[in-house]
């Protein structure tokens, strides 16, 4: 499964934040089977026809979502409540998580995005 990798770069932390970020790998990889493991941008990431699709990353206040796109974040901050963004990463934590619809919608445009830069 393309989650194993990043599932294990974060092998060495303390739970419940290894569990979390494999599972949000994990249904990355459910909502594009065709996403390998990869880095991008130093990141433990999914790579979906070349590009960087999601990173899910543990930080020392939580965990970031990384779409590797601004217009994504902002495509779904309407899906995110209180949760803190910038341009290109979102910030939750296991007292206030990403809501799996947001995740959701953000893999899926990022997914759109990568398609049509590619398609035309």
Known sequence: MAAAEAGAAVGASP???PATVAAWMARACE???ASV????YGLPALI???????AVVQTAAGYSVY??????????????GDLKRSKGAIAFTDALPLP????DELVRTRRAEID???DG
Not at 67 to 80: I, K, M, R
């Open 15 to 17: 739970e419940p934040g």
């Open 31 to 33: 909502l594009e089977p």
């Open 37 to 40: 493991d990869g880095v991008a």
């Open 48 to 54: 979906y026809r070349g590009k960087p699709l999601v």
């Open 67 to 80: 779409p590797f796109s601004g217009a994504v974040v902002t495509a779904v901050a309407p899906l995110l």
């Open 100 to 103: 799996r619809e947001a995740f």
């Open 116 to 118: 049509a830069s590619l």
